[in-house]
T-cell receptor, first 117, second 109 residues
Framework: ETGVTQSPTHLIKTRGQQVTLRCSSQSGHNTVSWYQQALGQGPQFIFQYYREEENGRGNFPPRFSGLQFPNYSSELNVNALELDDSALYLC????????????????FGAGSRLTVL | GQNIDQPTEMTATEGAIVQINCTYQTSGFNGLFWYQQHAGEAPTFLSYNVLDGLEEKGRFSSFLSRSKGYSYLLLKELQMKDSASYLCAVMDSNYQLIWGAGTKLIIKP
């Protein structure tokens, strides 16, 4: 089975620009979560998508938005980039959005490292 | 507020045993996870505890005490490849994962 793939792996943007990050979920997974991980910190939950709808959101402003497609892949869009948006953006897929079981383990992609200058 | 605390950095010797502690205060509890993250790589799943007690998986074991809001990850027979950050995460009442900042483990020969 294929794992979670993210693109691009690295990118550099300037303040005020917009960025789109992409994620393909692991085969058989229907839920995608996005996290922001600053250097030396743990991941911070941005939002989760299940059945093409956002079904959970962390403490991030509306300029962070996302999509999930029928094939369960997902995009993270960030508008009006700020210097503090520089981070590793991790996508994680799992099975099921609402019900949780011990088997509902997140599988992470390698991340997209965004640098905002 | 919700809070996960774990030491910032630990150092241990190859072949030894190390225990990484995690304490948490969250709104509800639906399980605690440990993930390993090598520098520049994705976190990978190590263990999941939802009931009190010890879960053993090879060289790695994880313990949970819900009444104390406490967990630890025990790594035995340390190898150089175990040098990584170890992330503790708790699933809260909304089924969202709250993450600690991670413990950077340095293994010395």
């Amino acid at each position: 089975e294929t794992g979670v793939t993210q693109s691009p792996t690295h990118l550099i943007k300037t303040r005020g620009q917009q960025v789109t990050l992409r994620c393909s979920s692991q085969s058989g997974h229907n839920t995608v979560s996005w996290y922001q991980q600053a250097l030396g910190q743990g991941p911070q939950f941005i939002f989760q998508y299940y059945r093409e709808e956002e079904n959970g959101r962390g403490n991030f402003p509306p300029r962070f938005s996302g999509l999930q497609f029928p094939n369960y892949s997902s995009e993270l869009n960030v508008n009006a980039l700020e210097l503090d948006d520089s981070a590793l953006y991790l996508c994680a897929s799992s099975l099921e959005g609402q019900a949780f079981s011990g088997a509902n383990v997140l599988t992470f992609g390698a991340g997209s490292r965004l640098t905002v200058l | 507020g919700q809070n996960i605390d774990q030491p910032t950095e630990m150092t241990a010797t190859e072949g030894a045993i190390v225990q990484i502690n995690c304490t948490y205060q969250t709104s509800g509890f639906n399980g605690l996870f440990w993930y390993q993250q090598h520098a520049g790589e994705a976190p990978t799943f190590l263990s999941y505890n939802v009931l009190d007690g010890l879960e053993e998986k090879g060289r790695f074991s994880s313990f949970l005490s819900r009444s104390k809001g406490y967990s630890y990850l025990l790594l035995k027979e340390l190898q150089m490849k175990d040098s990584a950050s170890y992330l503790c995460a708790v699933m809260d009442s909304n089924y969202q994962l709250i993450w600690g900042a991670g413990t950077k483990l340095i293994i010395k020969p």
